[in-house]
């Protein structure tokens, strides 16, 4: 089992940024595919970036592509998010999670096996 840290989020104006980062700890090898999710009071959690561990390939869901970018360095822990242009609707719970499979639908959220506890974002107009 991966436990799973995120750094604190915050509150920023909008069009201002915000980085994010994700700790793995416990079986650190445990993992070949992260992401992060988020979710709004009242909506449901949705799918952001994910990243492949081994290549670094990313994905990004279509309301934050060209805005976040997910990211690995070289010691591949933390991953972090960059997120650009913050924009109101932005503002939610960040969730880091993270999974064995590199397959499959990457913002299914049952398809990931540990989760982060959640670290707010808050976009102000």
């Known amino acids: 089992q991966v436990q799973l840290v995120e750094s604190e989020g915050g509150s920023v104006q909008a069009g201002g940024s915000l980085t994010l980062s994700c700790a793995a700890s416990?079986?650190?090898?445990?993992?070949?595919?992260m992401a992060w999710f988020r979710q709004a009071p009242g909506k449901e959690r949705e799918g952001v970036t994910g990243?492949?561990?081994?290549?670094?390939?990313?994905a990004y869901a279509s309301p934050v592509k060209g805005r976040f970018t997910i990211s690995l360095d070289a010691a591949k822990n933390p991953v972090f998010q960059q997120m650009n242009s913050l924009k109101p609707e932005d503002t939610a719970m960040y969730y880091c999670?993270?999974?064995?499979?590199?397959?499959?639908?990457?913002?299914?959220?049952?398809?990931?096996?540990?989760w982060g506890q959640g670290t707010q974002v808050t976009v102000s107009s």
């Open positions: 416990g079986s650190t090898d445990g993992w070949n595919f």
């Open positions: 990243i492949t561990r081994d290549t670094g390939m990313t």
């Open positions: 999670a993270a999974r064995l499979s590199t397959h499959g639908t990457w913002y299914q959220e049952s398809r990931y096996n540990d």
